[in-house]
Structures are given as C-alpha cells and as structure tokens.
C-alpha cells in the first residue's frame, strides 16, 4: 500500500502583535527571506507532504502568491486561502478543506526551523497514535500562578514540555474535533492538541521537535533565529 495523503496547513494570518513591527512579524527577512518562505520550503522538499494549504490574512494573498510562492517555487501549495481573527478560526478554515482521508500537519508559519527529521518523526507517530505533538522537555522551573501573580503550585518539571508544532492528526479527528469547538468554542485554545484533547478526550502522543524549532514571537526570538539559521547554511 502506497503512503498515505499528507497536507500541511500553513498557518500566516496572524498580526505580530508582540513583536510590534508594521510588518507582520511572518514576513519580516531572515537572512534575506520572509520568515514564512522556511517553513513553505521544508514541507516543499519534505517526501512525507503532498499539499500544503497556506492560510493568510486578509489582503495578504496576492503578496503571499507572488513574493513567497510563485517566487521560491512552492509548487505544493494548492490553495491559499484567509484566516480568522484567532489561530483557530485559521486552523478551522484550512482544517474544512482536507481530503476525507490522510494526514495533516499544522505548523505556525512563525516556526522556520521545522526540518525533514521533525517531519518525518511525527509522520512515523502519527501512522500509530493518529494524534502527536511536536516538542521538547522544558529546560526552565515552570510554576503556575494565582491571580495575584502568587505561586499557586510548581508541577513536577521531569514531566512537563514545551509544546511546538507541527501538530499532527488523522484528517477526521482533527475535523471533528474542531467541529465540536466552533459548536461550543467555549475553551482558550492555544494549540490544536487541545482541541482534540478536550473535545474527544483523544490521547495525543508526544514526539521530539528539536529545541532550535522556536516560534518567532518578540524581537529577541528574531535575534536568536538570525543566529540559527547561520548554521543551516
Ligand atoms: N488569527 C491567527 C493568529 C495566528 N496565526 C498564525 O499562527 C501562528 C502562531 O501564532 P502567533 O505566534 O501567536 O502569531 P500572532 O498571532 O501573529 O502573534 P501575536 O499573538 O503576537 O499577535 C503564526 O504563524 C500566526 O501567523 C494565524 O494563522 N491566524
Ligand atoms: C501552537 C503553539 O505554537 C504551541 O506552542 C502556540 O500555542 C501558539 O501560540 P500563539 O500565541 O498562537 O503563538
């Protein structure tokens, strides 16, 4: 039997708020490229994808077909299509257009260090537990805090990650999940995983992303990346 149908969505329709430039931080230059053109790049060449559907925001499509696609020659993306004022009402608008079987890879355009042996670990995982998480065990002490900025607790650090993407699921889970959620969206999503978490009660698995996969955030995460993506050269 051939390898299942993978499609990567995309996600570049957020604002950069915390990184506070007039551009949007995903196609700020890095190292003489958008930010965005990295992450298109490795599911371009990566033998596990098959389609990448890229999610921008509005008003964003033309530049995104013809400074990033058309001209780095992305020729997986099928579609490019507009995202929603949360991450998730992006996901949600990519997450309708998957095929009814295989695979999909939802990865923050705000990540460009995602590379072949992330793709292909969560592709190994996935095949078994139809739901992964890309990251990394936490480095940090990581406490909870009461609403008075007071520790509430400290959970045991040996089992706490620090979770990344691309996030990983059989096409029909995650779009039933999501499905459950623009029902009810009554919960702070923050990530896919738990969406599928909280609305199947679905085990996810977790798998090893790498610690240079970092979201480019505020402006010393484009520090560091600049630094990074010296060594990919
Ligand atoms: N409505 C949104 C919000 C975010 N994203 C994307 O989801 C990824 C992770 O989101 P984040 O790092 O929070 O990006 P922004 O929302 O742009 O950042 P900020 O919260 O600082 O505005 C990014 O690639 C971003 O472009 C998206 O597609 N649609
Ligand atoms: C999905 C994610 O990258 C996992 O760490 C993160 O939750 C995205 O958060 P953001 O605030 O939308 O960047």
């Known amino acids: 039997m051939g390898k299942a149908y993978c499609t990567a969505i995309v996600l570049a329709a957020g604002q950069g708020k915390r990184m506070g430039t007039k551009v949007h931080k995903q196609y700020l230059e890095l190292a003489g490229r958008p930010i965005l053109y990295y992450s298109l790049k490795a599911f371009e060449e990566s033998a596990v994808i098959d389609e990448i559907l890229l999610i921008t925001g509005a008003g964003e499509e033309d530049y995104c077909r013809r400074e990033i696609v058309d ?3 992305i020729t997986k993306v099928s579609r490019i299509l507009q995202g929603g004022a949360e991450r998730y009402h992006s996901v949600w608008n990519g997450v309708q257009e998957l095929k009814e079987d295989g695979y999909v890879f939802i990865h923050d355009g705000a990540r460009p260090f995602v590379d072949e042996e992330i793709i292909s670990r969560a592709f190994q995982e996935v095949q078994v537990h139809k739901a992964c998480v890309v990251g990394m065990p936490v480095k940090d002490t990581i406490k909870v805090a009461d609403k008075n900025e007071f520790v509430e607790k400290t959970p045991n650090r040996s089992s706490l990650w620090m979770v990344q993407t691309p996030q990983v699921f059989e096409n029909h889970i995650v779009r039933g999940a999501y499905s459950m959620l623009m029902r009810e969206s009554y919960i702070n999503v923050t990530d896919d995983a738990m969406v599928v978490e909280q609305m199947l ?15 480019i955030t505020t402006p010393e995460d484009l520090e560091i990346a600049e630094v990074l993506v010296k060594r990919k050269k």
């Open 71 to 73: 001209k780095y020659k």
């Open 201 to 215: 009660k679905y085990p996810i698995k977790l798998v090893y992303g790498s610690y240079e996969n970092i979201k």
